[in-house]
Nanobody, 117 residues
């Protein structure tokens, strides 16, 4: 059974930092592409960052380039999202997603990030 468990969300002031982590189990993590998405109230879910199975390829939404960094540890089955210089518009529920070799997408339950003074 695939499980993705996000952690690390919370309340932070503008300009601050947070590090999100996603712990994965139930599939071959080292073969999966992993992504972070976010969904703000009243908005569609959007891709924030993606990382390939080996970690050598990454993609970012234009809105977070230069501020967010996605990384993975295939020995620990985790994928992280380091978020710096946070802005109020980064406020959203952040979701971890796995795309495995069979083409199956799996989602975590999400973690709330609120950027506010």
């Amino acid at each position: 059974q695939v499980q993705l468990v996000e952690s690390g969300g919370g309340l932070v002031q503008p300009g601050g930092s947070l590090r999100l982590s996603c712990a994965a189990s139930g599939f071959t993590f080292s073969s999966a592409s992993m992504s972070w998405y976010r969904q703000a109230p009243g908005k569609e879910r959007e891709l924030v960052a993606r990382i390939g199975s080996t970690g050598s390829r990454t993609n970012y939404a234009d809105s977070v380039k230069g501020r967010f960094t996605i990384s993975r540890d295939n020995a620990r089955n985790t994928v992280d999202l380091q978020m710096n210089a946070l802005k109020p518009e980064d406020t959203a529920v952040y979701y971890c997603k796995a795309l495995d070799l069979s083409g199956r997408n799996s989602w975590g339950q999400g973690t709330q990030v609120t950027v506010s003074s």
